[in-house]
């Protein structure tokens, strides 16, 4: 399944702040966000759509640098034994993993859509846990770039919740930001269809 997102920028800001969408995915650390999509330079009255699919996959990465190849992560069948020596369970909607050989591996990725969602470290001795979410979370100008940790700092009033559970569509107005004495703060207005 999947929910179709438009994004739509009615805002006067003239600076074409970007728009970052994120979840929060890190167990007792809701401030370790991954940007997960970033949309740019989206002029007033343009729209961009994406698709957001409701399945997770999952890559392990070595110290290198270098990355496996994306697994979907089926969670009809969990526990599962990964051939490269994962030890992955569900708990309600936590994910745990943990590593069962010794092996390269030394950190894991969380995917949606295929791309990074959330990372952690992997270790024979601690499971790494991550919380699977319907939830996710979009915000104006949050100074990151696709992928990369959103500095909590930069965490800001425009910061807005939405769940896609059930939804086949979803739309996002951005607005406020007119310049001027004027001003209003740039916020979000959430419809599910």
Known sequence: MQTDISFRNLSLNTHLPSVTIFQRNHLNNSTRCIAWKVITHCQHKWSHPFRIETSYSYRLCDSHGNYS?????????????????????????IISVRKTTDNKYTGIQLLKNNRVIANNALSNDFHTSFQLTDTFYIAADL?????????PINMNMSLTGFDIHDKTRIDITMTGGQPGAESSPLTFQISAI
Not at 143 to 151: A, K, N, P, W
């Open 143 to 151: 100074r990151t770039s696709q992928g990369m940790l959103i500095h």
């Open 69 to 93: 190849t994306a697994r979907n992560l089926s969670l009809e069948k969990l526990p599962h034994h990964d051939e490269h020596g994962l030890l992955i369970t569900r708990d309600t909607n």
